[in-house]
């Protein structure tokens, strides 16, 4: 057995060989053995250190048939439960002692299957399932279990037992205080009377003749790798065990090379590049990776410069165009992936990425380091932007399709959302909200937890697959902003371990980024210090290169209220004054403007959106100097489509109403962060005798009249993806159909299968019809900033927009009964409504209308077609591709027969009833006209008995039939 890891210098840690998180007997298990196992909860992480309740042994076993380290096999006993038979014996002083009388026995492992290792986790029961656990002291790769090795029928074996080492899948020695001059005593235990040898660097420290055990004192005599060997030697074999000490030698002080920037510098020939890391105050940093095996060496030891804030290096022999993973190792005790790097691995959830999703990953480097790990990469290939130059739409007619690519697409990737494009050009909206994408910890979150800033997430695919998704949108006239999360970092950034408080949980006082503390209300993660010099030069970098390198046209900046070093929690961040840190803050206010003018520099009429919510005078301010804020109006929309009239007046999305003085508020009925109108429609919907709410066709309907209302109103606006559908599946909603407020960040349903309902695709052709108004080139002004009147207090609601030659009146009735109303519009003569196509008299002076329960109108002051308008009320936007199958049932002689408008690429996809995919048939392109198609072979056969969506795309539009299977 050979331990591989190398010991560091200057760590406070020193050991203590008596104790050991484990002690097996005998040290060398055969299958047959009895073996008793003494755990001390004092060591390791110490989950149980002081527990006086009862401890239990989870375990199972490493054999010749498992994959990995946690590929457990044949565990006997079931987790957090309290069977008498895996109880520890309490031995005192944090010492529990457990016996297996024969290992191959009590975990029933088959004959002929190798047991390697034992595997182990000790824990206490707790009924509510949150368990206290005993594990190793790194919770990496290896999740902190605990394993010791089995060996042959009469092996010859030898293992150190003093330095202590961690009982991990690979043995790790633990951290010790060493250098030239320092004596470390040696013990080595073997499995049978042997010749012992102790070695330091090739020198004998002490022999031992017919002996099972030995030590020894060595002195290190120089800097350097310090290599120790204990062998065996039974006269027929010699087996050995080793370890490695790194004596660094002086940190060489140089400056900076000319042109260099914090992260890596590649240099043109491919073979070489210069890492720089910002770590002012610490003592020394070794570049450690697959260059040099993972192992902290003299020639990797970084240069600092004089003033003891940076680190570099450069290295060089790299093979063109190969990846090569590494870290920063710090102090000789910290590993760190590269803040600036744009690729990372995790040993935890790159083994969930689907290799469709991410081609050829690269492996993490298990068994050799532990934490996430950068990847470098010289000559990688380069993106080759079709769009240089892209005009951004105003930002005052923006109209925002905010996705979660996770829950919007099955295959959760660029590439597929690339394909998507058409769907958004298809419903009218100049611009993508893409929820955080750049590097969080897991692969199944919203993105709030972000770790590695300059890092695209590999959940979703390539970074050229997102430069090629972004240059598509711009093609097609769409902007792409990113939800950028910098009020705060999670756990694994390395800008947050680099000087973290382990005692306190907390970032350390020095942090250069972060505060120790919270200093506001609802911050999450560790809040970040933005009066920091160094705060905001990193600012400045992240939003430099995604606005550069990525061509992003701007950023929605996350909590950007929490941008304050006003105190407004107690020391321990609670007890928190919300109205203190909302009220006027100026160097908030300071510090925004300062990161606006930064932008502008860096990428001139780049979009800064901030999910402000603070006091108006605040936003007003932020407001005139260029910045679009967040304005959410979900309460009020939503109580008015559910028929709640007393708290339904909406007018707060208007900026006029907020006295605005320019139309920089970005309006909204539902976002990311708001339960959804249709779940609440449904669910808490007024009723009046035959009228209900609740029923699911009439809530949608209530949801087109308060998007009318919405998409109508000046300045830019902001829709929830599957929003134009009626989606009713709760921002609580858990996997296994309940709801939970725990299950908020969850995966939702998929729901393209919507398009199989009438009343949904309404809704989606009004989103469609007033977002196509929108861009009209004799609407497009007025909804930039025209005179705005209204009344939205009552159950009858109307709202007049008005400018030189283009007019525009929306009246609804929001109440469960028929009602009317006195509506003047603003010229006489005839005006045409939007959404059914129906004319109407103006006398230019108050006038009745009369509408029903749910009933409203889009008057315009012209007929756009010079006839009247198509109604949109009852026309799907892809009836014009005809497309059935027969027989239907299907079976495997089913044909798919389709009629094409118009030439263009065809795509079949066919789903299941929630819209998984099951089949993808890319037809190639097809001409005008009637054309067939059939079911891959197997796959009709292959269906369970159901009802099954068959998609058509084409030229952007989609057609969804539903298929049976008997």
């Given at each position: ?113 190798t047991i390697k290792k034992i595997a182990m986790v000790f824990r206490s029961y707790n009924p509510s399932g949150n368990a206290l656990e005993g594990k190793a002291s790194d919770l990496g790769v290896d999740q902190g279990n605990i394993y010791w090795e089995i060996y042959p029928a009469n092996a010859n074996a030898i293992r150190f037992t003093s330095p202590e080492f961690e009982p991990r899948y690979t043995p790790f020695l633990l951290p010790l205080t060493a250098g030239v001059g320092s004596n470390i005593s ?418 001139p009429g780049s979009y800064v959106i901030l999910e402000h919510l603070g006091v108006n005078n605040e936003e007003i301010e932020l407001a005139d100097y260029g910045m679009m804020l967040w304005g959410n109006m979900n309460y009020n929309f939503t109580e008015a489509a559910k028929g ?323």
């Amino acid at each position: 057995m050979k331990k591989n890891f190398f010991l560091l210098l200057l760590i406070l840690v020193c050991l203590n060989v008596s104790a050991q998180l484990i002690t097996v007997s005998p040290a060398f298990p055969k299958e047959g053995d009895q073996v008793t196992i003494l755990f001390d909860a004092a060591k390791g992480n110490k989950g149980l250190q002081n527990y006086t309740g009862d401890v239990y042994i989870h375990t199972g076993v490493i054999t010749d048939k498992s994959t990995g380290p946690g590929d457990w096999k044949y565990v006997p006993m079931t987790w957090n439960s309290n069977t008498p038979a895996y109880k520890l014996t309490a031995l005192g002083n944090n010492k529990f002692e457990y016996r297996i009388t024969n290992l191959r026995t009590f975990y029933n492992v088959p004959a002929g299957e190798t047991i390697k290792k034992i595997a182990m986790v000790f824990r206490s029961y707790n009924p509510s399932g949150n368990a206290l656990e005993g594990k190793a002291s790194d919770l990496g790769v290896d999740q902190g279990n605990i394993y010791w090795e089995i060996y042959p029928a009469n092996a010859n074996a030898i293992r150190f037992t003093s330095p202590e080492f961690e009982p991990r899948y690979t043995p790790f020695l633990l951290p010790l205080t060493a250098g030239v001059g320092s004596n470390i005593s040696l013990e080595a235990v073997s499995a049978k009377n042997a010749s012992l040898t102790l070695k330091l660097n090739g020198t004998t420290v002490q022999t031992a003749a017919n002996a099972g055990s030995i030590a020894g004192t060595a002195t290190i005599t120089a800097t350097g790798e310090n290599v120790f060997v204990a062998s065996s030697n039974d006269g027929a074999t010699t087996v050995g065990d080793s370890f490695k000490v790194y004596i660094a030698p002086p940190v060489t002080v140089s400056p900076l090379p000319a042109g260099v920037k914090e992260g890596i510098n590649y240099e043109n020939d491919g073979t070489a590049a210069t890492l720089v890391l910002y770590a002012p105050g610490k003592a020394r940093v070794n570049l450690i990776g697959d260059f040099n095996n993972w192992t902290e060496t003299t020639a990797y030891q970084m240069n600092k410069t004089a003033d003891g804030k940076y680190f570099w290096l450069r290295i060089t022999g790299l093979t063109a165009g190969t990846e090569y993973a590494y870290q920063y190792l710090v102090d000789g005790s910290l590993r760190i992936g590269d803040p600036y790097c744009e690729k990372v691995l995790d040993p935890w959830n790159d083994q969930y990425i689907d290799a469709s999703t991410y081609p050829n990953l690269k492996a993490y480097p298990t068994g050799k380091t532990s934490g996430v790990v950068s990847v470098l990469q010289t000559k990688q290939e380069a993106y080759n932007w079709q769009v240089t130059n892209f005009q951004r739409p105003d930002q005052k007619k923006l109209v925002i399709y905010e996705v979660l690519l996770r829950d919007f697409l099955e295959k959760h990737d660029w590439k597929t959302l690339k394909d998507s494009i058409g769907y958004f050009k298809s419903l009218g909206v100049n611009a993508l909200h893409l929820m955080p994408f750049n590097e969080f910890e897991g692969n199944l979150s919203w993105g709030y937890n972000p770790s590695y800033y300059f890092a695209a997430d590999k959940f979703y695919g390539p970074k050229n697959t997102l430069k090629a998704f972004i240059d598509e949108c711009h093609k097609n006239g769409i902007a792409v902003i990113m939800d950028m999360v910098l009020n705060h970092s999670f756990g694994l950034s390395p800008m947050v371990q680099l000087y973290f408080d382990g005692a306190g949980g907390k970032p350390a006082a020095n942090n250069p980024w972060f505060n120790p503390v919270a200093r506001h209300a609802f911050n999450v993660g560790y809040d970040m210090n933005h009066e920091s010099a160094d705060t905001k030069r990193f600012f400045s970098n992240v939003c430099a290169f995604w606005l550069q390198e990525y061509k992003l046209d701007g950023f929605r900046f996350d909590l950007s209220k929490g941008f304050t070093q006003k105190k407004t929690c107690d020391d321990n961040g609670g007890n928190c004054d919300v109205n203190a840190w909302s009220a006027y803050d100026a160097s908030r206010v300071a510090i925004w403007k300062a990161y606006y003018d930064s932008l502008q520099l860096k990428s001139p009429g780049s979009y800064v959106i901030l999910e402000h919510l603070g006091v108006n005078n605040e936003e007003i301010e932020l407001a005139d100097y260029g910045m679009m804020l967040w304005g959410n109006m979900n309460y009020n929309f939503t109580e008015a489509a559910k028929g709640q009239v007393s708290n339904s007046n909406f007018s707060g999305a208007l900026h006029t109403v907020r006295n605005w003085n320019k139309p920089h508020l970005i309006s909204y009925m539902e976002s990311h962060d708001e339960e959804r109108s249709m779940v609440k429609c449904k669910n808490e919907g007024a009723s009046n005798g035959g009228y209900n709410i609740r029923d699911e066709a009439t809530a949608l309907q209530r949801n087109e009249m308060a998007a009318a209302f919405l998409l109508a109103m000046p300045g830019p606006k902001l829709i929830w993806q599957f929003g134009e559908l009626g989606y009713d599946y709760s921002i609580n909603y858990c996997g296994n159909g309940t709801i939970n407020n725990s299950c908020r960040t969850d995966q939702k349903p998929i729901k393209w299968d919507y398009y199989t309902n009438a009343s949904r695709v309404k809704l989606r052709n009004v989103y469609k019809a007033m977002l196509e108004l929108r861009k009209n080139e004799y609407y497009d002004d007025l909804f930039a900033g025209a005179t705005v009147d209204h009344d939205l207090t009552g159950a009858m609601k109307w709202f007049r927009l008005t400018s030189d030659s283009s007019k525009l009146v929306v009246v609804g009735n929001f109440g469960t009964s028929l009602s009317t109303m006195q509506v003047s519009f603003p010229s006489a003569g005839i005006w045409f409504d939007l959404i059914s196509g129906e004319p109407i008299g103006a006398t230019g002076g108050a006038q009745t209308i009369t509408l029903p329960a749910g009933g409203y109108r889009v008057y315009l002051n012209r007929n756009l077609n010079g006839t009247p308008p198509t109604p949109v009320r009852d026309i799907e936007v892809s009836d014009v591709y005809r497309l059935r199958v027969n027989p239907n049932p299907v079976n495997s002689g089913s044909v798919i027969r389709y009629e094409l408008p118009e030439a263009g690429a065809v795509h079949f996809t066919l789903m299941d009833i929630n819209g998984r995919i099951i089949d993808e048939m890319p037809q190639g392109n097809r001409g005008r006209g009637a054309h067939q198609a059939r079911l891959r072979p197997g796959v009709a056969e292959s269906l369970q008995k159901g009802i099954f969506l068959l998609q058509l795309q084409v030229n952007g539009k989609r057609k969804i039939i539903k298929l049976m299977v008997q």
